[in-house]
């Protein structure tokens, strides 16, 4: 992520955007508004418990999910009793299984050496790539959180690709991520069962607002449950716009996205980008755009009949190195959204273009406390909208794997 004090222009260009009612939300003394996660969760709540009533209805057997914790981190412990605690409310069944550190939490760390009488501790993650398979293999389990991070980075990865996409509630499986990169919105579910990647039809843009219909004999691909949390968070508060058909709602917005993790930051420019936005990705070491229109040259007759479609539009983003600074793309955002790992790292609310949207995904607070001087909606956290948008998820697979 790009260091806060790189210089740039301060220009604060005017937009105009729909939000969320104010008699919802907190509006004093001339600051924006504080939304909480709450009010965006109960849409979704009601939707997952309606859900829930008709498997109930129908005879069904509520979805199983099971959590694997392999480390001592006090945040993924938290994150493990939180989803236990959101299960049990919704009727979902929850089994947490402990392996590696997480056992010497509980106090069942002393494991016997094979072939000898001496006691060891567990590792962190000891033992989690088993446990992991033996989910995959438990006919009675529908999906699969893992909690990172564990390893770190790359053998995190690997861990992800181990959990069987039929699974994946987290989306995090390299066939979830093929499509979103893709713009692939709608797979067939038995094309799970493979190793091969397919191609799919893209989501339809239609004028009737119905291309979020998946085709006859299709399903709505899973999607990375915080990424697509945010975009929910995003929908809610009027970024996206629904006058506009699908897949282009996001069209005239320009986002910064502080962090291009591989699971939130990056597969987020994607998403917003896909459908319509101009994202601006800050990372530490580079500033990238992503675009589904890609600039054409001024030179270029782009209204001419000799220039065709497939030369004007992208039916999925690209990415290219921007010029910009992190203060230039901030005063230009409508929305800043800033998933940083760090309780030092702030976002100069002095930068923000007047009237933006921020939202914070990090587990620290990414903003200044003046945020919303700047500011016309902050958004503190999107965990309860993130859990939510995982228990859809595991309701969706269940049914794939039916």
Not at 117 to 144: F, H, P, Q
Request: glycine share 6%; with cysteine.
């Amino acid at each position: 992520m790009a260091d806060s004090s790189t210089p740039g222009s301060t220009t604060k260009p005017s937009s105009t955007m729909t939000t969320a009612p104010m008699n919802q939300n907190q509006l004093s003394g001339g600051k924006g508004i504080l939304l909480k996660a709450d009010p965006i969760a109960h849409q979704f709540r009601a939707e997952v418990q309606s859900s829930l009533s008709t498997l109930s209805h129908n005879g069904k057997r509520k979805p199983k999910l099971v959590g694997i914790l392999a480390t001592s981190s006090s945040p993924s412990r938290y994150y493990a009793e939180f989803t236990r605690k959101q299960c049990e409310e919704l009727g979902f069944e929850f089994e947490l299984r402990r392996t590696g550190a997480a056992l010497n939490e509980e106090g069942d760390s002393e494991v016997a050496k094979e072939g000898e009488g001496e006691k060891k501790r567990l590792g962190e993650g000891e033992g989690v790539e088993e446990v992991i398979v033996e989910a995959n293999e438990d006919e009675s389990v529908d999906g699969i959180m893992v909690y990172y991070p564990i390893f770190g980075a790359q053998q995190d990865h690997y861990l992800q690709q181990i959990v069987s996409p039929l699974k994946d509630v987290e989306g995090l499986h390299f066939k979830f991520h093929y499509n979103l990169y893709h713009n692939i919105r709608f797979l067939d579910p038995k094309s799970l069962l493979t190793a091969a990647l397919t191609s799919a039809p893209h989501g339809t843009a239609t004028t009737d607002n119905a291309g979020d219909q998946p085709p006859a004999g299709m399903v709505k691909s899973i999607i990375p449950c915080t990424p697509l949390a945010i975009v929910k968070c995003l929908e809610y508060v009027g970024v996206y716009n629904r006058l506009l058909p699908y897949g282009d709602r996001a069209y005239g917005r320009i986002v910064t996205v502080i962090n291009r993790s591989e699971v939130v930051g990056r597969p987020l420019a994607a998403l917003l980008a896909n459908d319509g936005a101009r994202v601006l990705s800050v990372d530490i070491d580079s500033i990238q755009e992503y675009t589904k229109r890609p600039r054409i040259p001024s030179t270029s007759t782009s209204t001419s009949t000799s220039t065709s479609a497939s030369e004007r539009y992208n039916p999925r983003h690209v990415v290219h190195p921007s010029p910009l600074s992190l203060q230039e793309c901030l005063a230009i955002s409508d929305v800043v959204i800033s998933a940083v790992p760090s309780a030092s790292y702030k976002v100069k609310t002095e930068w923000l273009k007047d009237g933006c949207i921020c939202l914070n995904v990090a587990a620290d607070k990414n903003f200044e406390k003046d945020v919303r001087d700047k500011a016309a909606i902050y958004i503190p956290a999107v965990g309860k909208v993130t859990i939510l948008m995982l228990l859809r998820n595991l309701l969706r697979l269940q049914e794939y794997r039916a």
